[in-house]
C-alpha cells in the first residue's frame, strides 16, 4: 500500500516556473514507477510524464516535453515534477501516480487505469 501527497502548486504567470513534490508512505517505494497526470476543469485526466522505478526511463507528453522534468529521491520517498516556461494551458489540478515494478515506459500508462495509487492532487493555475 502507498499513500502518495502532493505539495507545490499555486498561482504563477506564464513563462514562471514551479516544482511539485509527492510525497510517498511505504517502504517499498523504490519499487514503484511515478506518473505525473493532470486534469483540466471539464477535461479528462490526462498523462504528463512518467518515470521507472529505476529512475533511468522517463516519457513525457508532447505537449510538455522538454520544459517539464520528473524526478525521485528514493532515500526521502519523494518524487518530483519540476515544471518550467509554464503556459496558461498548464492549468490544471496536478495528480502523483504510482504503478507497482514498472521498470520500462509502455504506451498504456498514458491510461489512468494502469496506475495503482493516487494522491489528492494539488492546484496549479497559470495566468497569462
Given at each position: ?20 513534490s ?64 509554464l ?18 515506459w ?23
Open positions: 500500500q502507498v499513500q502518495l501527497v502532493e505539495s507545490g502548486g499555486g498561482l504563477v504567470q506564464a513563462g514562471a516556473s514551479l516544482r511539485l509527492c510525497a510517498a508512505s511505504g517502504r517499498t517505494f523504490g519499487t514503484y514507477a511515478m506518473g505525473w497526470f493532470r486534469q483540466a476543469p471539464g477535461k479528462e485526466r490526462e498523462f504528463v510524464g512518467f518515470l521507472s522505478w529505476t529512475g533511468t526511463i522517463t516519457h513525457y507528453a508532447d505537449s510538455v516535453n522538454g520544459r517539464f522534468t520528473i524526478s525521485r529521491d528514493n532515500a526521502k520517498n519523494t518524487v518530483d515534477l519540476q515544471m518550467n516556461n503556459r496558461p494551458e498548464d492549468t490544471a489540478v496536478y495528480y502523483c501516480a504510482a504503478r507497482r515494478g514498472t521498470g520500462r509502455e504506451s498504456s500508462l498514458i491510461e489512468t487505469r494502469r496506475w495503482n495509487y493516487w494522491g489528492q492532487g494539488t492546484q496549479v493555475t497559470v495566468s497569462p
